[in-house]
């Protein structure tokens, strides 16, 4: 059995998609549904069970999961950038994330977790995956920090030999829909688009970056998915690796991207950023990729125009825009 947790989110249900496709049946999905829309991202998978987060924890601190289980994909963790319940993060991110893969180790199970580039903070210190950088990062919100707390104990406790960990950046695909604030700003400019037939994007605050220029790592999670299922199936490899295209596009790339999939011309308006995130803001992000391809990952990142469109024009425009 493969146990996928956070498995009726974004980028967990994604990989429940990815794990169907190739005949794969014997998963359960571990989550926390609540009043969410989630559930819908499970509608069209095929899976043994769901069992919710809180029960599977207790099974696992129990020692009483009463099925095999072959791996434990987790992506299960609050996402949120901008949560303030720091003891909840340390909780639902760093102390359940230690519990599954200490479990997962002593029993030869396969363990692969989702980092983020959260932990990169500002990027004053680059984002090389190296292990020695991640040693000497400083993460400027508490979900970096929930991260990049396990990465080092990954570090600490040499567990980077046997456990693969994937620091994801700015991803955006279908499944996305029920994170509200948190979904991509594809997402949210597709139905600005339609509502309005513009979009808006935050004003720049340093010089050397024009409005709009600000520079993110923008990954499909269609190819995020590839590179977790070649995970799943290369045991021998293991380490903190980055996950994105290793190609930083600005944010207008991305909006006349989007406009172009729905062939129109492009209508940006520059808005005041909120004084409460501009010490926080990233205005460059850009995952250096050569330590997960020299581990001999193939996985190839479709350029960004060609993402978008497949995300707007299969998904976004189609009544039923689920994998």
């Known amino acids: 059995m493969i146990v996928v947790t956070g498995g009726a989110g974004f980028i967990g249900s994604a990989f429940v998609a990815k794990l169907n496709a190739a005949g794969i049946g014997d998963i359960v999905v571990v989550d926390e549904l609540a009043t969410s829309e989630k559930w819908k991202n499970l509608v069209k998978r095929r899976y043994a069970d769901y069992i919710h987060k809180g029960v599977f924890l207790g099974m696992v601190d129990a020692d009483r999961v009463p099925f095999p289980v072959e791996a434990i994909v987790h992506m299960g963790a609050c ?38 580039a959260a932990t990169y903070g ?32 990954v570090l600490r406790e040499r567990m980077a030999e046997r456990v693969a960990g994937v620091k994801f950046f700015n991803v955006f695909g279908p499944n996305e829909y029920h994170k509200g604030d948190m979904t991509s700003v594809i997402f949210k400019a597709f139905h600005q688009v339609r509502e309005t037939g513009r ?27 590839e590179v977790l299922w070649w995970l799943l199936n290369h045991k021998e490899v293991n380490g903190i690796f980055n996950l994105g295209t290793g190609k930083a596009r600005t944010w207008n790339d991305l909006i006349r991207a989007v406009f172009a999939a729905l062939n129109l011309p492009p209508a940006i308006d520059y808005i005041e950023m909120p004084e409460a995130i501009r010490g926080q803001y990233q205005y460059f992000t850009e995952a250096k990729m050569e330590k997960l391809r020299a581990a001999g990952c193939p996985s190839a990142f479709r350029p960004l125009e060609e993402a978008v469109a497949d995300y707007v024009k299969e998904h976004l425009l189609d009544p039923d825009p689920y994998l």
């Open 122 to 153: 500002d990027g004053a210190q680059g984002f090389s995956d190296a292990d020695e950088t991640t040693l000497g990062l400083r993460p400027i919100n508490m979900y970096g920090y929930s991260k990049q707390l396990f990465d080092l104990k």
């Open 79 to 116: 996402s949120s950038t901008t949560e303030r319940d720091a003891d909840y993060l340390m909780e639902n991110n760093f102390h359940c994330t230690c519990l599954l893969a200490e479990w997962a180790l002593t029993r030869g199970i396969r363990f692969i977790y989702a980092s983020s």
């Open 199 to 225: 979009v808006r994007l935050f004003k720049s605050y340093k010089p050397e970056y024009i409005d709009g220029g600000q520079m993110r790592d923008f990954v499909y999670v269609k190819d995020c998915v």
